[in-house]
C-alpha cells in the first residue's frame, strides 16, 4: 500500500486527506471500542492519547509523523510492510545504527570531505567497512566490532575483559578473520568512524593546557608546576570531545534532521509555556539576530556541567566534572535523552576545577565562536541540500 502522502510537507491536499481517512477507519477498526487514540502528529508522535476528534484536528493543523509508515501503534503488524514502508524503514529504526545495522546508511552520506583531508582515515573506514571479518562471513570488519562495542558498552565491561573476549573469538573464528585481538584495536577501528576525541596534559593546578604555544613546555607558565606527576605520565588530562562533526551527524540521519526543526513547524504556539521555544529569551533572540533565526536548522544550546564520584565510593572524594550540550531546538520528549546529550568536555579529578573551570572550556568555546561567527557547511539529510549551520549558547547550567 502506497503511504507517500505522508510525507507531504503540507496538509490540505486532497491526497493528503485521502491518506487521514485511510488511517482513521483503520485505527478506529482496530481499536477494540476505545474513545481515545494514540495521536500520530508531528507534535505528539504517538506519545499522547486524543480523542478521534483532536487527532483529526491535530492532522489537519500539522503534518502526520512522517516516519511512522507502519502503523503499529494502531493495530497493524510489526511483520506487514509495504514498498513504501521497506524504502523509508531506516528512518524509523535509525537507533539500529548503535548495534551496527545502519552501516551502509552511514557510509552512502559520508565522504571524503568529512575527515579533512585525511585521506588515511577515510581509505582506513571504506576499507575495514567492506572486508568480512572472515571469508563468507555477513559482518564486515567495522560492523563487526560496532556490535561487539555496543555490548560492552551496555554491559559496562572494563577494557581487560572485553579484550579476552576479542582473544577468544579470534581463536574460535576461522584462522583467516581479521578481528581485532584488543579493546585498544577495537577502539582504533572505530575511530575512523570520524568522531576522534582530543586529550591535552593541564596543569595540577587548574592554572592552564599545555596547548598551541604551551605545548612543549615541562612546566606551568603560572605556577611553575610540573606537568608530569612521573616520568612521562601527565599530572592531568582533559578529554575533549569536538561539537562541529558530531552536529554533521545529527543532521545524516533524515528523522532526526526533522526533529531539529520542530520548534518552529511542530511546536503548538499558544502562549503557554512547555519549552523553552515558548520563553520570551527564545523570542528576544529571534528580534535581535533575525539573520540567524531566518535558518530554522540553527541550534540553540544548553551548556551544563557538575562533579561527580565515578568510582561508586561514598568515601573518596575525588571529582570528575563532564560537560555536557543540550540542543532544544529538538521536541521535549527528545531534548533530554541520553542519545541527544552531547558531552563535550571531560575534566579528571581529583580535585573540582571551580572558578578555573573556563582555563578547560577554551577549546568549547573556540568551535562555539566558529559556530555563531561564519557557521559550518552541513548536508541536510531530510531536505536533501547542503546548507551553513550555525549555532548559539542559549543558557548555562
Not at 493543523?61 to 510489526?78: N, P, V
Not at 535523552?337 to 573556540?366: A, C, W
Request: proline share 5%; net charge negative; charged share 25%.
Amino acid at each position: 500500500m502506497d503511504r507517500s502522502w505522508i510525507w507531504m510537507s503540507k496538509p490540505g491536499v486532497e491526497e493528503y486527506n485521502v491518506g487521514i481517512r485511510e488511517f482513521i477507519t483503520f485505527a478506529m477498526g482496530n481499536s477494540g471500542g476505545q474513545s481515545k487514540l494514540r495521536c500520530p502528529c508531528f507534535m505528539y508522535h504517538n506519545l499522547m492519547h486524543q480523542r478521534v476528534d483532536q487527532i483529526l484536528n491535530h492532522l489537519e493543523k500539522w503534518t502526520f509523523y512522517r516516519t511512522y509508515t507502519r502503523w503499529i501503534w494502531h493495530g497493524e503488524s510489526r511483520e506487514e510492510t509495504s514498498a513504501y514502508t521497506s524504502k523509508h524503514m531506516e528512518y524509523e529504526m535509525e537507533d539500529n545504527f548503535n548495534e551496527g545495522n545502519g552501516i551502509e546508511d552511514f557510509l552512502s552520506r559520508v565522504n571524503e570531505d568529512d575527515y579533512n583531508g585525511d585521506h588515511i582515515a577515510f581509505e582506513r573506514l571504506v576499507s575495514d567497512s567492506e572486508q568480512p571479518l572472515y571469508p563468507g562471513c555477513k559482518d564486515t570488519r567495522l560492523s563487526g566490532v560496532l556490535k561487539l562495542h555496543n555490548l560492552k558498552a551496555s554491559g559496562g565491561w572494563p577494557n581487560a575483559s572485553f579484550s579476552s573476549l576479542l582473544e577468544l573469538m579470534k581463536d574460535m573464528f576461522p584462522e583467516e578473520n581479521v578481528l581485532p585481538s584488543s579493546t585498544y584495536e577495537a577502539k582504533k577501528v572505530l575511530g575512523s568512524m570520524g568522531l576522534p576525541y582530543e586529550k591535552f596534559h593541564a596543569c595540577t593546578n587548574d592554572c592552564m593546557l599545555h596547548r598551541n604555544e604551551s605545548e612543549l613546555l615541562e612546566s606551568c607558565s603560572v605556577c611553575n608546576a610540573s606537568r608530569y606527576k612521573k616520568k612521562e605520565v601527565p599530572a592531568k588530562v582533559l578529554w575533549y570531545f569536538p561539537i562541529i562533526p558530531r552536529f554533521r551527524q545529527l543532521f545524516s540521519y533524515p528523522n532526526t534532521a526533522e526533529q531539529l526543526t520542530w520548534h518552529h513547524y511542530g511546536r503548538k504556539k499558544d502562549g503557554k509555556l512547555r519549552h523553552p521555544a515558548d520563553s520570551p529569551q527564545w523570542s528576544f533572540i529571534d528580534g535581535k539576530f533575525p539573520e540567524f533565526c531566518k535558518e530554522k536548522r540553527n541550534l540553540r544550546l544548553a551548556l551544563s556541567t557538575d562533579g561527580m564520584n565515578p568510582f561508586g565510593s561514598l568515601s573518596s572524594t575525588h571529582s570528575t566534572w563532564p560537560v555536557i550540550l543540550v540542543t532544544y531546538d529538538l521536541p521535549p520528549n527528545l531534548c533530554m535523552k541520553r542519545k541527544y546529550m552531547m558531552l563535550t568536555l571531560l575534566i579528571s579529578g581529583p580535585k573540582q576545577p571551580g572558578n578555573n573551570i573556563d582555563v578547560y572550556l577554551e577549546l568549547l568555546i573556540d568551535d562555539l565562536n566558529i559556530l555563531w561567527e561564519q557557521g559550518v557547511e552541513v548536508f541536510d539529510s531530510y531536505q536533501k541540500e547542503k546548507f551553513t549551520l550555525r549555532a548559539m549558547l542559549f543558557c548555562t547550567m
